[in-house]
């Protein structure tokens, strides 16, 4: 009766493979008394032939970084026949992220699983996201500086050990790699995107940034920028407790409140938390999944580089002159001092500190002014009837998450990378439409009637 048992797994494979298997099960069938009588053998007979005989069948069941070379092939073979058709609007087609999730300094908690799930619905299409742990010494039994300290050693030699991890991987596995540092693992991706790109001058697929506990001028920084393909996301947060601590123990100001440096959009792009002073990377994680999720981006306050808070800036006396005005905004210089500090539209100060260091932040702040104007509502005349009206027309700060599908005089059909969600962006990159395919395709469509029409 025993052997009966086997009969649906052989019939199975006999279904899958009938040729390849119509012999052996047939010979099965023939020479019952021939095979082992031992449960034991005859079991490990079956699930050998089994497991070897179908594994050839699933190749998306493959550790991630290997491809079995038949259906590489098939790949590029259904690529080409795409390619070769006339109408075929290509799509960019990208291998599911890998994605490697740095944590913090650890004082209170050292789990992440609200970390970890915050990462899969942000990267819902992941081969895999997993934490890289690194030596963070524990909390509880050191004084606050003596567990900072012995975290940043402890930081900056696992950071050396990860740029070579990164290194080792294969072409494939580094152009899908996603690098997600929280606080300390923060720096720690930095300095090891900077180390690799500095050696290599490759490039990994993208930089996630939660409340970074490094300075907000380091020069590692840019380099890391330049190793990352897709737009680095800054998350941070400029009334974090934490990131407050930081500029207390190192005198410095923390990347995770704002950077220095001007950097361009499509390379370097900070969105900030609101109404909290939280430190915790789940709440900026979900910050960044609320994001992608409402396809807003944008802060509802201008982010002004913390050189010194105004909290911790001194009041002077004497005449202060205008060095710089745009929109309201003014850099001014203090005549005795040198010191120089920055008002807000409503004559509130936001910040001070020394000349060069408050000049870079006003920068900053002309910078995202110059934004907000860039993506004030269309005053054309285009009616998409079949789509909702918008009240954000932004893309700043999205490239990351989205792939162009098509184009036409500058006009955008976008898929997200996140969600099931489309876009339409004219030609000034401000959105248009956002919904299902159906409506975003029907607008485009629209579009490019009314287009050639005006051209004939």
Request: charged share 25%; with cysteine.
């Amino acid at each position: 009766m025993r052997y009966f048992l086997s009969l649906p797994f052989l019939y199975a494979v006999f279904v899958v493979k009938r040729k390849q298997f119509n012999a052996l099960f047939q010979t099965y069938l023939t020479n019952f008394p021939a095979f082992p009588r031992s449960v034991f053998s005859f079991s490990l007979i079956l699930v050998l032939t089994i497991i070897f005989q179908l594994l050839p069948l699933f190749p998306a069941s493959l550790p991630a970084g290997e491809v079995r070379s038949g259906w590489r092939r098939h790949h590029s073979d259904l690529e080409a026949h795409q390619a070769s058709q006339p109408n075929f609007n290509k799509q960019i087609e990208e291998f599911p992220p890998l994605v490697w999730f740095v944590h913090g300094m650890i004082m209170v908690r050292d789990e992440f699983n609200l970390e970890m799930e915050y990462l899969w619905k942000i990267f819902p299409n992941a081969s895999a996201v997993t934490m890289k742990r690194w030596a963070a010494p524990r909390g509880p039994d050191l004084s606050l500086e003596m567990h900072w300290d012995r975290s940043v050693v402890e930081a900056e030699k696992f950071a050396k050990k990860l740029a070579l991890e990164i290194e080792s991987l294969s072409e494939r596995d580094r152009e899908r790699l996603v690098l997600v540092g929280h606080s300390l693992g923060g720096r720690i991706a930095v300095r090891a995107l900077a180390s690799f790109f500095r050696r290599n001058h490759l490039q990994i697929r993208q930089c996630v940034l939660a409340g970074a506990a490094m300075d907000f001028n380091d020069p590692d920084l840019t380099e890391a920028v330049f190793a990352s393909s897709l737009p680095v996301c800054s998350l941070i947060n400029p009334r974090d407790v934490m990131m407050n601590a930081y500029r207390i123990a190192d005198h410095r100001t923390g990347l995770g409140t704002g950077c220095l440096f001007p950097m361009d959009e499509n390379e370097f792009y900070e969105i900030a938390l609101v109404d909290t002073n939280t430190h915790f990377g789940y709440e900026y994680l979900r910050r960044l999944f609320e994001c992608i999720q409402n396809d807003d981006f944008s802060n509802p306050e201008v982010i002004v580089p913390q050189v010194i808070p105004p909290i911790y800036f001194p009041k002077f006396g004497g005449r202060w002159t205008t060095l710089d005005e745009f929109l309201g905004w003014k850099l001014q210089k203090h005549s005795a001092t040198g010191l120089c500090r920055i008002l807000d539209h409503e004559e509130n100060l936001t910040v001070g500190g020394r000349g060069p260091e408050v000049k870079l932040a006003f920068a900053r702040v002309r910078q995202q002014l110059t934004e907000q104007e860039k993506f004030q509502p269309p005053t054309d005349n285009w009616v998409f009837s079949n789509s909702k009206p918008l009240v954000n027309f932004s893309s700043a700060g999205s490239a990351a998450w989205w792939i162009d599908v098509e184009e036409f005089k500058g006009w955008r059909v976008q898929k997200s990378r996140a969600t099931a969600k489309w876009r339409l962006l004219d030609p000034e990159s401000r959105k248009r439409v956002f919904g299902g395919e159906y409506e975003v395709r029907e607008a485009f469509q629209f579009v490019k009637n009314r287009i050639e029409i005006s051209h004939e």
